[in-house]
């Protein structure tokens, strides 16, 4: 296994692919989202970024499938009753739009990696609040679902997306983090047999990607250890501005190549 992750990068780009996973799975375990976003703008820093969403997919599926896990089975069962359409949007979305991401030219992807970080970030950085009316919740279902489905598709995150579009729904806190992790638990599913499926995840990449369940599960037991012993919201707003920075750094890379 290390010998064909040896094939994608040098040994000081698997140790410190390692630290940035670390750091990822301990901002997932403190806060409950924004690992695909600093894994995939950490790794895209350093590595092709085909091989750094390769290298996010299966500690995703792990790291989803943890934060599922500490909620109760019917507590699940019945977040994915009520959201069950924006669920289904986003999962087809991702395996439909994962097909085309080999066929990005290199520029063009870190583009298309660092403007939604950026923008997202900011987004929830100003505090902006939407606000989608009980009458109007079909129709953003579909919106919002296409939209966080086509990034995730893209770029392995649709955190940022759904997190603004269950704020606008009003949702309370504890239910919101319930159906975070049933969307990105199925989400990350479909992203898996979307790159599976897209050779994104091969022989080569699927031992890579492996390599750094590890790390991922030890930054997130830490995370959830320190989730509650720290200041939620001023943790959020610096992961923010690393994230912003980060994308901002992509956008540019893209731009002058």
Request: glycine share 10%; charged share 10%; aromatic share 10%.
């Amino acid at each position: 296994m290390l010998q064909d992750t040896m094939q994608l990068m040098p040994l000081w780009g698997f140790v410190a692919a390692c630290g940035v996973t670390l750091v990822a799975g301990f901002v997932k375990g403190s806060i409950g989202f924004a690992m695909p976003l600093i894994m995939i703008s950490g790794l895209s820093l350093f590595l092709d970024p085909l091989v750094a969403v390769a290298g996010i997919i299966l500690p995703i599926v792990m790291s989803n499938l943890l934060q599922v896990m500490r909620y109760p089975w019917p507590q699940a069962g019945e977040a994915l009753r009520e959201y069950w359409r924006y669920i289904l949007i986003v999962c087809v979305m991702i395996v439909v739009v994962a097909q085309f991401v080999t066929a990005i030219p290199t520029q063009t992807f870190y583009l298309v990696l660092g403007v939604p970080v950026v923008m997202l970030s900011l987004i929830q950085l100003l505090g902006v609040r939407f606000h989608i009316a009980p009458a109007w919740r079909r129709a953003s279902e579909w919106g919002v679902g296409l939209l966080a489905g086509g990034i995730g598709g893209l770029t392995g995150t649709w955190g940022p997306p759904t997190v603004l579009y269950l704020i606008a729904l009003e949702t309370p806190k504890a239910k919101q983090m319930l159906v975070q992790g049933v969307v990105y638990g199925l989400g990350s599913v479909s992203l898996l047999a979307g790159h599976l499926q897209s050779g994104v995840l091969n022989a080569v990449t699927l031992p890579w990607s492996a390599a750094l369940l590890v790390p991922a599960f030890l930054g997130m037991q830490v995370g959830f250890w320190m989730s509650d012993r720290l200041n939620p919201e001023m943790f959020r707003k610096l992961t923010l501005i690393v994230l912003v920075v980060a994308g901002a750094n992509l956008v540019r890379r893209g731009l002058m190549g």
